[in-house]
């Protein structure tokens, strides 16, 4: 049995599920169905990221009112 590295985050690995992401919606259905209203819908998140998870990062982030988080290269959106 061959097992796969969660941490092995290569090039070919993140084409492969970005691909896969890209041509179908059963991953955004679960986790939409899994989390109902905790599910970010609006930013497509490519993971289970809640909107609590999201909440948690900016207050940890600590932005002042006229600072701006600017997100470069880490997917589509989302965590």
């Known amino acids: 049995m061959t097992t796969t590295d969660p941490f092995d985050f290569t090039t070919e690995r993140a084409d492969r599920f970005h691909t896969s ?3 179908g919606e ?5 986790y939409a169905e899994a ?3 905790e599910y970010p819908a609006e930013v497509d998140p490519t993971s289970s990221c809640t909107w609590s998870v999201l909440a948690a990062m900016l207050r940890g982030l600590r932005l002042g009112p006229d600072e701006i988080l ?7 959106g989302g965590h």
Do not use: H, T
Request: aromatic content about 12%; overall charge neutral; proline content about 0%.
């Open 35 to 37: 989390f109902a209203d």
């Open 70 to 76: 600017v997100d470069l290269g880490s997917s589509g």
């Open 21 to 23: 992401y890209a041509a």
């Open 26 to 30: 059963l991953q955004r259905r679960l």
